[in-house]
Each structure stands twice: as C-alpha cells, then as structure tokens.
C-alpha cells in the first residue's frame, strides 16, 4: 500500500487531533503543496498541553506485510509515526520515534513488531504485536517540552 499526496482529493483522508481535545493550546494544518504533505504548527505548554497530531485511515494491508517506509524532510526535531489499532475494544497507538534531518529529505524504515503500543501516552507492556491485519489508521505526532514551531513534509508512506 502507498500513499502519496499526488491527488488532490488526498487533504480529505487526514484528520488534525491537538491537545485542545484536553485543554491545551497547541495548533497543527495538514496541508498539499505540491506532491507533498505537509503536516505543521505550534506546540504550546501553556494549560497542560504539547501535541499536535495528524491521522489518517487506510485500507486493511495483507498478512505480509511488514514495513512502513515513510520518504520525509524534516526540521531536524523528532517525530512519532502512529500507527492505530484496536485490541479488546480500545483504540490502541504504536509508536515509533523518528528523528528529522533539517531541510534533507530522508527515508526511514521501521518494522510493525518493533512498535510501542500506548494508550492516552501510557505505554502498554502487555499488549499485542503490531501486526498488519490490525493497522486501521497511520499518522504522525508531534511533542515536544519545550514549546515552538514545526514542520514535517511527507512525499509519500509506504506498507512492505
């Protein structure tokens, strides 16, 4: 499965969620421009906050697959790339940290097994593998401690 940012009708598949949902004040766009997604905004720590999120959901993958592949340039700050599923009922988030170079276009590759499975930011020891039967959703986060701009242009995401 690949997604890219070469259709126009691609902005509609994404979803921003900040940390408004609990009071903060942070703020985060999706946008195209060009064949890229850019996903960027302000964290602010002000009222308990300091995320900002970007979903979208995606086509049940084949029990093959692997991989995600994500082709990005960054701002030189750490990402999460998210990865939603559901185990016993609950909307569970594996995670996996990725660190940007600033302004150089990068490919990172990361196995599903190797995702932190997390609720609401606890980390959930006992929970499942990552597999690919259970990707629902795809997306990226940003948090940070110390409050700023940032900026993540995704060319496109890939499933292997």
Known sequence: MLINFTESNEINYWRV???????????SLMLIEGNYGRFFGNISRDSNGGFSSVYRRIESLASGVERIR????????????????????????????FVTLNGI????SFK???????????????????????VQ????????????KFAL???????S
Do not use: C, W
């Not at 609720?119 to 690919?132: C, D, I, V």
């Not at 959703?137 to 700023?148: A, H, N, Q």
């Open 137 to 148: 959703e795809v997306g990226f986060l940003m948090t940070k401690k110390k409050p700023g």
């Open 105 to 108: 276009e990068q490919q990172s």
């Open 70 to 97: 994500i082709n990005s340039k960054g701002d030189g700050q750490t990402y999460q790339v998210r990865i939603m599923s559901h185990v016993d009922g609950y909307r569970v988030a594996y995670r996996h940290n």
């Open 112 to 134: 599903l097994a190797d995702f932190i499975a997390t609720f609401r930011g606890r980390l959930l020891p006992n929970a499942p593998k990552l597999t690919a039967e259970s």
């Open 153 to 159: 242009i995704i060319s496109n995401i890939e499933f």
């Open 17 to 27: 969620s900040n940390d408004s949902v609990m009071g903060g004040v942070s703020s």
